[in-house]
């Protein structure tokens, strides 16, 4: 199995910001991208940023200009900076990664992705 452990969310007022990091474990062989998604109250899950194994990213207009998501230094780890931060982007924030190959036993599994469990993100107005 694959877990996701997001962390670096927390309460910020208006025009700050934050940086989320987002670990992945497991006896993983292989993970092709990670992203961040939202849930904000009432809404549904959006893409807010994307990061394939290539260094190609995707953002949502939404927070272009204002977010870099990052591969981290350790393996299969992601970050996410968010600067002027909105009302508007308080949000849970979830962790994505997939396609993922991981080992369980010594049969190689190919998961579609997986997700982590969620960090809020409350912005103060």
């Known amino acids: 199995q694959v877990q996701l452990v997001e962390s670096g969310g927390g309460l910020v007022q208006s025009g700050g910001s934050l940086r989320l990091s987002c670990a992945a474990s497991g006896n993983i062989q292989r993970i092709d991208a990670m992203g961040w998604y939202r849930r904000a109250p009432g809404k549904q899950r959006e893409l807010v940023a994307h990061i394939s194994n290539d260094g190609t990213t995707n953002y949502a207009d939404s927070v272009k200009g204002r977010v870099t998501i990052s591969w981290g230094n350790a393996k299969y780890t992601v970050t996410l900076q968010i600067n002027s931060l909105r009302p508007e982007d308080t949000a849970v924030y979830y962790c994505?990664?997939?396609?993922?190959?991981?080992?369980?036993?010594?049969?190689?599994?190919?998961?579609?992705?997986?997700w982590g469990q969620g960090t809020q993100v409350t912005v103060s107005s």
């Open positions: 994505n990664a997939g396609p993922i190959n991981y080992y369980s036993g010594d049969s190689l599994v190919a998961a579609r992705e997986s």
